[in-house]
């Protein structure tokens, strides 16, 4: 007896609605992930209990101490010490005409922990003449601090 060469039936699965799935996911997280840039100048920040999380819609200019005692504005090495009035007067001319409002305009300021307590106040006082009363000086949370 003869038999017939029954055509085997064969079970596929349709994968276009995961390789969907799988790209609106990727194009999610692509879109509302936000990357730090890292930072040019290496600080060790001392701790504290209390500090302030900085908001994500703001433009920073950052000033930047480092263990030497060299004063960075926005990652440029200031060669005297009252450049820094300068270089930061004209980081704010700069990003209000970016058109970034003045209130969100926030002057971070990053030393290193083993920095002399006068470079803070020398850098602090050139602020002051600046004209910028409000900055905010970064520290690293202390453990079950927050």
Do not use: C, H
């Given at each position: 007896?003869?038999?017939?060469?029954?055509?085997?039936?064969?079970?596929?699965?349709?994968?276009?609605?995961?390789?969907?799935?799988?790209?609106?996911?990727?194009?999610?997280?692509?879109?509302?992930a936000t990357f730090k840039e890292p930072d040019a100048v290496e600080v060790t920040?001392?701790?504290?209990?209390?500090?302030?999380?900085?908001?994500?819609?703001?433009?920073?200019?950052?000033?930047?101490?480092?263990?030497?005692?060299?004063?960075?504005?926005?990652?440029?090495?200031?060669?005297?010490r009252g450049d820094v009035t300068e270089k930061v007067k004209k980081a704010r001319?700069?990003?209000?005409?970016?058109?970034?409002?003045?209130?969100?305009?926030?002057?971070?300021?990053?030393?290193?922990?083993?920095?002399?307590?006068?470079?803070?106040?020398?850098?602090?006082?050139?602020?002051?003449?600046?004209?910028?009363?409000?900055?905010?000086?970064?520290?690293?949370?202390?453990?079950?601090?927050?």
């Open positions: 007896m003869l038999r017939k060469m029954q055509r085997r039936v064969t079970i596929r699965i349709d994968m276009t609605p995961m390789v969907d799935v799988i790209i609106l996911l990727l194009i999610f997280f692509f879109m509302t920040l001392p701790f504290a209990a209390a500090g302030v999380k900085i908001p994500k819609d703001v433009d920073i200019v950052s000033v930047v101490i480092d263990r030497a005692g060299v004063v960075y504005v926005n990652n440029v090495p200031i060669e005297r001319i700069e990003a209000l005409n970016a058109g970034v409002p003045p209130d969100k305009i926030i002057f971070n300021v990053r030393a290193e922990e083993s920095v002399e307590y006068g470079i803070i106040i020398s850098v602090m006082k050139e602020l002051q003449a600046a004209n910028i009363l409000v900055f905010n000086l970064e520290v690293q949370k202390e453990e079950g601090a927050w």
